[in-house]
């Protein structure tokens, strides 16, 4: 079994929706973080997660919120979903040693 | 502002032949330096650098950093059609998280 995993794998929907990502992890980590790749865009950090009662903003925070329900579980919510939040959006969690970051398969949504 | 650069943004090679990339950064309180391959799915890990000139191997990949310099490189040696990815390298910022560059598309040609 994977130790990060992400559903749905693909999704699509339309403009002005409400739509839930998850992630689930089994390595024990207390940190997670959500991130969207966009073509020559590199990765960028939505929200993060040093543990349950922690949540941060990351660099391009407006239009997602979050809800991490437990040490494992990790949410990405988009509240009204527009076409450029189209991407490919990944979970990633540490043990913080290092900042190492394990990635989960992701997420591909289409916002039309 | 930390920041990430990757060189070059793509590169076309055949197989056997060896290849270099690149990653320069600019971070608050370096602690480290990771570089990760992405095939059509996650980033898997590769390496992590710490100190300046020891050289990181693993088979055919090797890394090796420059703190002085503030540069770090990914040599791939006798190429395959299996290693066309996108080479991304990332660094800790001051708020413990990742500064990603945006990658270099490596595609190898048989």
């Known amino acids: 079994d994977a130790d990060v995993t992400q559903t749905p794998r693909n999704r699509i929907t339309k403009t002005g929706k409400r739509i839930m990502l998850e992630c689930s992890q089994t390595k024990g980590h207390d940190r997670m973080y959500w991130y969207r790749q966009d073509p020559g865009l590199g990765l960028r950090l939505i929200y993060y997660?040093?543990?349950?009662?922690?949540?941060n903003k990351g660099e391009i925070s407006d239009g997602y919120s979050v809800s991490r329900q437990a040490q494992a579980k990790f949410s990405l919510s988009l509240e009204s979903a527009i076409p450029n939040q189209t991407a490919l959006y990944f979970c990633a969690t540490s043990d913080g040693v290092w900042e190492t970051q394990y990635f989960g398969p992701g997420t591909r949504l289409l916002v039309l | 502002e930390d920041k990430v650069v990757q060189s070059p943004l793509s590169l076309v090679v055949h197989e056997g032949d060896t290849v270099t990339l690149n990653c320069s950064y600019e971070v608050t309180n370096f602690r480290s330096l990771l570089w990760y391959k992405q095939e059509k799915k996650a980033p898997t890990f590769l390496f992590m650098l710490?100190?300046?000139?020891i050289e990181k191997k693993s088979g055919r990949l090797s890394s090796i950093l420059d703190k002085k310099e503030l540069f770090s490189i990914l040599n791939i040696t006798a190429t395959q059609t299996g290693d066309s990815a996108v080479y991304l390298c990332a660094v800790p910022g001051s708020a413990r998280q990742l500064t990603f560059g945006s990658g270099t598309q490596l595609t190898v040609l048989p």
């Open positions: 997660s040093f543990d349950v009662k922690d949540i």
């Open positions: 710490t100190s300046s000139g």
